[in-house]
């Protein structure tokens, strides 16, 4: 029998002593894909059936329904009693059979602990990163941050790259901003400066804070793509104005660069015009006083002027009498 199903089957034997908790929080809406195998089946929709009718079908195997009754229980919906040993129950009697909802809710309980449940990040973390192989997004980045930073394992940042890109493939928008971290710093994979700048810009469009003020960063800097400082302090801005710390202190700081980079350049156009002035007015002051000197330069005299001897006239030759 593999370790993951032993943990598994260990996490229900725990589950059926623990009693209920009030603070445990339904993660998807009242719908489940059972996953037999692959992990995906036809999307059923058993929001309409009793507690008594889902608990049937769950007790005869049938996946979507025991997924569906473990959302009851932790949500003390349909008539069911909150109780976090019961949901944890039908969840890893599911998520034996491979069902990737059933992964995800169970590596929730597991990685947080409840009211008799002791927290196992490390069993979590394997769940989460099953769930995540099946093409669920929100588990996949879940086992991203936790290979990232190390969350009941030692750090992996190739694997955190890999569910960061899963997610980010997904649409998750905070998997975007962390992988062009990865990126931008060259950590789990080479250091691709324009991988990181698109990533940045995915993000920031959609209006994460964090994704704006990396992306104002890249404009700074001129990474993966060319330097632009207004740019720069215009995702900043956006930053600020959501709240985040960063983004207000990179504003202000570059804001100030920017105005005092201006006032430099100002002063030194300021200084170059008034340095040509002054040799302008310096050299039409002595323009009068040149062409006074200019006029008082004598005339040639008439020896001067005829100095030179005439030629004998043309035809004639001298002779001697």
């Avoid at 809710?105 to 602990?113: K, T, V």
């Amino acid at each position: 029998m593999s370790t993951f199903r032993n943990f598994l089957m260990s996490a229900a034997i725990a589950a059926s002593v623990l009693v209920a908790t009030s603070n445990i929080q339904a993660a998807f809406a009242q719908t489940a894909q059972p996953q037999a195998e692959t992990g995906q089946t036809e999307e059923r929709d058993l929001s309409a059936l009793s507690f008594k009718e889902k608990n049937d079908l769950a007790k005869k195997g049938d996946v979507a329904a025991q997924v569906s009754l473990a959302r009851d229980y932790l949500e003390g919906a349909n008539g069911a009693r909150k109780s976090s040993s019961r949901a944890a129950r039908w969840l890893t009697t599911a998520a034996e059979k491979g069902d990737a909802d059933a992964q995800y809710l169970l590596a929730e309980l597991l990685m947080e602990g409840a009211s008799g449940l002791n927290a196992n990040p490390a069993n979590a973390l394997t769940l989460y990163a099953s769930a995540a192989d099946k093409g669920n997004v929100e588990a996949a980045y879940k086992a991203a941050h936790g290979y990232h930073y190390g969350t009941g394992v030692k750090p992996d940042l190739a694997q955190a790259v890999k569910y960061y890109t899963k997610a980010a493939d997904g649409g998750n928008v905070a998997a975007k901003n962390n992988l062009g971290l990865m990126y931008l710093q060259g950590m789990g994979t080479e250091r691709y400066l324009t991988t990181a700048f698109r990533l940045f810009e995915e993000s920031a469009k959609t209006g994460n804070a964090w994704g704006q003020n990396n992306l104002g960063g890249m404009y700074e800097m001129g990474w993966g793509t060319a330097k632009d400082l207004e740019q720069a302090l215009a995702y900043y801005e956006k930053s600020a104005t959501q709240g985040n710390k960063h983004g207000q202190q990179n504003h202000a700081r570059l804001k100030a660069v920017v105005a005092a980079a201006k006032a430099a350049e100002e002063k030194l156009e300021a200084e170059t015009k008034k340095a040509a002035e002054e040799q302008q007015g310096s050299a039409e002051a002595a323009k009068p006083a040149n062409e006074a000197a200019a006029s008082r330069q004598p005339a040639p005299t008439a020896e001067q002027a005829t100095d030179a001897k005439p030629e004998p006239a043309a035809g004639r030759s001298a002779t001697t009498n």
